[in-house]
């Protein structure tokens, strides 16, 4: 039986443009503690796929643990632009309160 990971990969290979698939394999690396398969791919969402919504989130919760709370707070900002451009409420939503978060964890920082 197949991995869920090597499900994903076989899918992405078929569908190699498809933001979904890469943002599904991208969660599975986080998943699985592949920190730099992680990051890899969502550097390759961002830069390739800016208005795929979901991204900015989880990439910033990512940035966060990784102890780089700049670059997170600057990936919320993206997001809520790309959020807001999109309409989507949710996400925008979600966004800024994790941004507002960070901030604070940053401001304690200094």
Do not use: C, W
Not at 15 to 25: C, G, I, M, R, V
Not at 51 to 73: Q, S
Request: glycine content about 8%.
């Amino acid at each position: 039986m197949q991995s869920r990971l090597e499900q994903l990969k076989e899918f992405l290979a078929e569908s190699p443009q498809d933001p979904f698939l890469k943002y599904a394999l991208t969660m599975e690396y986080v998943k699985l503690g592949d920190e730099e398969q992680a990051l890899v791919g969502f550097e390759n969402l961002i830069a390739e796929h800016p208005d795929y919504v979901g991204t900015y989130y989880h990439f910033g919760k990512f940035l966060e643990k990784a102890m780089e709370k700049e670059r997170a707070i600057g990936i919320y900002e993206q997001g809520i632009q790309v959020a807001q451009a999109k309409r989507n409420f949710h996400a925008l939503g979600e966004l800024k309160n994790a941004l507002l978060m960070a901030e604070g964890l940053l401001d304690e920082d200094e």
